[in-house]
């Protein structure tokens, strides 16, 4: 099956800085990567659509220059929380779809960051 | 009303038992339809991926699509304790790999050994 993995799977960081997240397709090419944030017991809330070699389509209220993300390669994108804050603290998780099939998307195991 | 609803439970059941999990949606438009589980503090699996109305079975999952009455299903067999996890029904209008996934707000399941 497809694999999709996260980079860091943890971090913590202090309130200003800047946290970047790799989400990588191990063993197919994605045209397109998701990444979504979800909280405690919800759902999935789509933040930014990315299709390789092209600006990422954000969703309403996902502030682009807060959360920049960046799909260069058919097997990378990056997922960068600028000027992180507390508030920022979730779980972020990216999917990844390909030209192969009905377009399945494959999560990443996610990466669960909390800003003091 | 939500693109799509779906019954966040909790649903506890035994050991065995078989397990019915459902979504309701209102986009008429909606063709794709997906099942992901989801356990604790990880990322989502896809489990099953339909294409418009029909069954389809893979082991002890069945996925039920009827498109006529905006209705899909997932069903568990001989349900087991590893089955414990969060159930998300997910669907799109388009197989294009750029289209994205309008998701229920999940089903929390337990299976008790």
């Known amino acids: 099956g497809a694999v999709v993995s996260q980079h860091p799977s943890r971090v913590i960081c202090k309130s200003g800085t800047s946290v970047k997240i790799e989400c990588r397709s191990l063993?197919?090419?994605?045209?397109?990567m998701f990444w979504y944030r979800q909280f405690p017991k919800k759902s999935l809330m789509l933040m930014a659509t990315?299709?390789?070699?092209?600006?990422?389509?954000?969703e309403q209220g996902v502030e682009k220059d807060k959360f920049l993300i960046n799909h260069a390669s058919l097997t990378l994108s990056t997922l960068t929380v600028t000027s992180a804050h507390p508030e920022d603290s979730s779980f972020y998780i990216c999917s990844a779809s390909g030209l192969a099939g009905m377009g399945e998307q494959f999560f990443g195991p996610g990466t669960r960051l909390t800003v003091l | 009303q939500k693109e799509v609803e779906q019954d966040p439970g909790p649903l506890s059941v035994p050991e065995g038992a078989i397990v019915s999990l459902n979504c309701t949606y209102s986009?008429?438009?909606?063709?794709?339809f997906m099942w992901y589980r989801q356990y604790s503090r990880k990322g989502p699996e896809l489990l099953m991926y339909t294409y418009s109305s029909g069954n389809k079975e893979d082991g002890r999952f069945t996925a039920q699509v009827d498109k006529s009455s905006k209705y899909i299903s997932l069903f568990i067999r001989d349900s087991q304790p590893s089955d414990s996890a969060t159930y998300l029904c997910?669907?799109?209008?388009?197989?294009?790999?750029?289209?994205?996934?309008?998701f229920g707000k999940g089903t929390l399941l337990t299976v008790n050994p």
């Open positions: 986009n008429s438009a909606f063709q794709y």
């Open positions: 997910a669907m799109k209008a388009s197989g294009g790999s750029n289209y994205k996934l309008t």
């Open positions: 990315s299709n390789e070699g092209s600006k990422a389509t954000y």
């Open positions: 063993d197919f090419q994605a045209t397109t």
